[in-house]
């Protein structure tokens, strides 16, 4: 584990797996969700890094153990400069991304408006392109009419363990997690809108291979949205797999279905790194 800063100086949080042997297949760079942090995905950075790829994951600003006011930000494009300065850290090639919900958001914006140079594809785990949550009109209309007024005004998000995965006990630790980020300002609100909006106008401009898992029965983003966006994507090499009654999270989904939707993001990491040049930093 280790620090790095983004553009404007606010310190992140760390975490790289690194696989065994000197001869990795390439590099992935991994983004968690909203309100939650990168020691979330522990299991799957082992995963990726059985199977051959360096990979390393940060908390966003707000989130985890990096700094920044919880729940917040100022301008949405701040969460692509800390996607940048991770990326950034990451030498080897070829480089995928792979980025879970509100990660998926900030990732896909970034090829939208940082492009997508050194990037050989995209791995979006039900990303977070609409809300599916139920939330109160008063919440909405509070939050866009103080978001300037306001900015830093925090609401509860919402965000419950039982809505994000089907594994009772992972949904119990998720609720006590205190690196859980349990709250929304105005202006993190207001942000992640233009962003959606953003990716809704502009999805075609993607163009490099992209594998999409939606869980099905998702509670928080939602899985019609997901299918109207993969739609619009200009890639030509893109795969879709709406995975039937499942949750959110689905990388942590009961029994062996977590470890198989792992599977699935791996085979198509080797397959497409199989055709690039591998190189180290």
Same mark, same amino acid.
């Given at each position: 584990m280790s620090t790095f800063s983004s553009r404007d100086g606010t310190v992140l949080h760390e975490v790289v797996w690194n696989p065994a042997g000197d001869k990795p297949r390439g590099a992935v760079v991994l983004q968690h969700g909203y309100g939650e942090h990168i020691g979330r995905y522990d299991h799957v950075g082992k995963a990726l890094a059985a199977r051959g790829f360096v990979t390393r994951g940060g908390d966003l600003r707000g989130h985890g153990q990096s700094a920044g006011a919880r729940g917040h930000c100022n301008r949405f494009? !701040?969460? =692509?400069?800390d996607l940048a300065a991770l990326i950034a850290r990451a030498p080897e090639r070829p480089l995928f991304l792979v980025a879970h919900s509100f990660g998926a958001l900030v990732s896909t914006e970034y090829l939208i408006e940082r492009g997508?140079?050194?990037?050989?594809?995209?791995?979006?785990?039900?990303p977070y392109y609409g809300l599916k949550l139920k939330v109160s &009109?008063?919440?909405?209309?509070?939050? %866009? =009419? /103080?978001?300037?007024?306001? &900015? %830093?005004?925090s609401m509860p998000n919402g965000l419950k363990g039982e809505d994000a995965t089907r594994d009772a006990e992972l949904a119990k630790t998720y609720d006590s997690d205190p690196l859980n980020s349990k709250v929304a300002t105005a202006r993190w609100f207001t942000e992640q809108l233009l962003a959606q909006a953003d990716v809704a106008a502009r999805a075609s401009e993607v163009k490099l291979p992209v594998l999409m898992l939606q869980g099905g029965a998702d509670r928080l983003a939602d899985p019609e949205v997901s299918k109207q966006i993969f739609a619009k994507l200009g890639a030509?090499? %893109? /795969? =879709?797999?709406?995975?039937? $009654?499942?949750?959110? !999270?689905?990388f942590n989904e009961p029994g062996d279905l977590k #470890? %198989? #939707? =792992?599977?699935a993001v791996c085979d198509w990491? !080797?397959?497409?790194?199989? $055709?690039e040049k591998v190189a180290h930093g």
């Open positions: 494009s !701040e969460y =692509l400069d997508s140079d050194g990037i050989s594809g995209i791995v979006l785990s039900s &009109p008063i919440k909405v209309a509070l939050a %866009k =009419l /103080t978001s300037n007024l306001v &900015p %830093k005004l030509t090499d %893109k /795969t =879709l797999q709406v995975l039937d $009654g499942q949750y959110h !999270e689905v #470890n %198989k #939707n =792992l599977d990491l !080797e397959s497409h790194a199989a $055709g």
